[in-house]
């Protein structure tokens, strides 16, 4: 029987803020790649039952639940590469880098254990009991990506930093308060759409891993689990998803800091230095003066004709305003 005071202890660390991140991305990569890596072996075990579209709607949806679970707990990076930027931007501590990373990584690993369980009957019946990389009987790709025959490394290479790039990008531009965000509420779905669109339109050269958690964790997963060293040697392709994607996010951020931040900085700066201006300006008199020579005529004013003032009370009530 578990003691009070084991129980108060666990309830304070769980209550701490750098435990807290770890658990909430260790939670949503989890639930992100339990969407998207059984999306996958449907589309390769399962024939009819899974689609290119399915994958993308897999992935989409799965980072939708992903933000919703952990949001306002750790910000639900599931992305080593959105965590990077993040620090590299100052918008973060370097000290919570290994702690998100790691919560990914273990979410993604233990994702890839539990599709792994759930569909080893359809994975051995597929391949015949011969775990392989490449060939028409190849399963290694449900849990990580490989290059297609007709694209070079380098071109992958290009291809996953725009790729992430365009992914950055649009984030700023979701959850950026300043400009045109998502509304209150919607920016999970809004990131999901946004996870479909890409692979959609641009998935189809390298699987848009986009996402060094999304594809280094499955792979050593692989790699332990009966696929062996290949999954690392094939096209020595295994680095591409780690290091591209950290190039792109950061470059996808700074191209938005620079041509769309900095724009709505120097607009919000002419409309204060507008309403300053008008704060300071001096009343002009009108050039319409009346003759100087005009003849006024007096007015006695007694005690006995004087008109009664009545005081006005002071105004104690607020007067509410409206924000739009």
Known sequence: MVSSAMLTRTQAILQKEMVREFLGEFVSTYV????????????????????????????????????????????????????FT?????????????????????????????IYCLFYSAIIQFSGGHLTVTGPTATAGIFATYLPEYMTLWRGF????????????????????KNNPALQGTQALVIGI???????????????????????????FTFIAGWGIQVFRD???????????????YLGAIIYLVFIG??????SQILEDSTIHE??????????????STTLTPVTVSPTNRPSVQTVPPLSDHIHIEHF
């Not at 339109?201 to 280094?216: F, H, K, Q, V």
């Not at 300071?280 to 008199?285: A, E, K, M, N």
Request: overall charge positive; hydrophobic content about 50%.
């Open 194 to 220: 946004l996870v479909t669109v890409i692979g959609l339109s641009l998935g189809m050269n390298t699987g848009y891993a986009i996402n060094p958690s999304r594809d280094l964790p499955p792979r050593f």
């Open 86 to 114: 993040s620090c590299a931007l100052g918008r973060m501590s370097w000290k919570k880098f290994p702690v998100y990373v790691l919560g990914q990584f273990l979410g993604s690993f233990l994702a890839s254990a539990t």
């Open 32 to 83: 992100m790649m339990v969407f998207g890596l059984g999306s996958v072996a449907h589309m390769v075990l399962g024939g009819k039952y899974g689609s290119y579209l399915s994958v993308n709607l897999g992935f989409g949806f799965g980072v939708t639940m992903g933000v919703h679970m952990a949001g306002n707990i750790s910000g639900a990076h599931m992305n080593a590469a959105l965590t």
């Open 262 to 267: 900095s724009s709505i900085a120097r607009r």
């Open 235 to 249: 096209r020595d392709w295994w680095w591409v998803p780690v290091v591209a994607p950290l190039l792109g996010a």
């Open 279 to 292: 704060g300071r300006r001096v009343p002009v008199l009108p050039k319409t003066m009346p003759n100087p």
């Open 158 to 177: 290009l291809d996953e930093v725009l790729v992430t790039g365009i992914l950055q990008l649009c984030l700023f531009a979701i959850t950026d308060k």
